[in-house]
């Protein structure tokens, strides 16, 4: 059964005629995307410290979003979280997740670092990959200036920005700086499924299976791309020695066997998996914390999760 609030919401969309993002531009999209943020998300908390880096990532300058928590001493040593947003690698950015990596900040005690990776049609795969993966690495080697303990840096993220984090766990393998979790919520695993969930879900849950490849075909210049591990992190050759892993999926979801695949192929590999599915959820649940309770749960779980793994 569909959750009922967010079958209100779903029809809601429907009775304002709300387009889809593939019936308009990546621009327009965007503007959308973030407007909406508005309607269904819940007013930000309070954290001790919010400040904006311009950093530079192999020559390009990406925005990173630094929180502090509430009562916790400026240099206070932390543990920490870098967030890659959502948003099918063409729209979403630090400001469409300022409330969830707040929310993620003030629950886990963690500083969290946002990150505005580029995105396409402007800059192809695997310009997002290589951002996010360049500002993790930003983040650890400078751990001593940003109060943050290199040993307990986590980076996580929702869909397209669940598939970054993943790559970037498989990217830092061997590397002196690896992250110690992943927390990935309802993460794209695979570049263009054939999954159950892909075809049962296929419309009629605000994300469509339309909708997908539309995100996919901007951010891929060919579908070949699609078999690398760093676009589908599920066709990686080996899922050993990686940082254990939540993963967290929604049932009336495309992505939702992706989802529980990659928790799966982490476990078949020995790396530590936990699995949790918000059965009767939508995609992008977890930031309509205004018009959906169970999305506070969902945050409960991932700081929780945050706690356990960082502490």
Excluded at 217 to 246: C, G, M, N, Q
Excluded at 279 to 295: K, L, Y
Aim: proline share 6%.
């Amino acid at each position: 059964m569909l959750d009922p609030q967010a079958q209100k919401l779903l029809q809601l969309i429907v009775e304002r005629g709300i387009p889809a993002f593939n019936a308009q531009t990546p621009v327009e999209a965007r503007q959308a995307y973030l407007m909406r943020k508005g309607f269904t998300q819940p007013d930000p908390p309070a954290v001790s410290h919010c400040q904006d880096h311009l950093v530079d990532l192999n020559g390009t300058l990406i925005k990173v979003r630094e929180f502090r928590p509430e009562a916790v001493s400026p240099s206070a040593v932390l543990p920490a979280l870098v967030y890659y947003h959502g948003g099918g690698w063409v729209i979403g950015d630090v400001d469409t997740h300022d409330v969830l990596c707040r929310q993620l900040c003030q629950a886990s005690g963690c500083a969290v670092f946002s990150v505005d990776y580029r995105l396409a049609p402007e800059h192809v795969f695997p310009a997002a990959y290589d951002d996010a993966q360049a500002a993790f690495q930003w983040v650890a080697a400078n751990a001593g200036s940003l109060h943050v303990n290199a040993q307990r840096i986590a980076v996580g993220g929702d869909s397209a920005g669940g598939n970054l984090a993943a790559a970037v766990c498989l990217g830092a393998r061997g590397n002196t700086h690896q992250p110690a979790f992943q927390l990935l919520i309802y993460p794209a695993t695979l570049m263009y499924p054939d999954t159950q969930s892909y075809r049962d879900n296929a419309e009629g849950y605000a994300l469509t299976a339309d909708v997908m490849h539309w995100f996919m075909d901007h951010y891929l210049p060919s579908r070949d791309i699609a078999h690398d591990w760093r676009a589908s992190p599920l066709k990686a050759e080996s899922h050993a020695d990686l940082p254990p892993a939540l993963v967290i999926t929604a049932g009336f979801d495309p992505l939702r066997d992706e989802g529980r695949l990659y928790a799966n192929a982490l476990s078949a590999a020995g790396s530590s998996a936990e699995y949790i599915c918000f059965e009767r959820q939508i995609h992008g649940f977890i930031t309509m914390g205004r018009v959906m309770r169970e999305a506070h749960t969902g945050v409960a779980v991932c700081a929780d999760a945050l706690k356990r793994y960082l502490s």
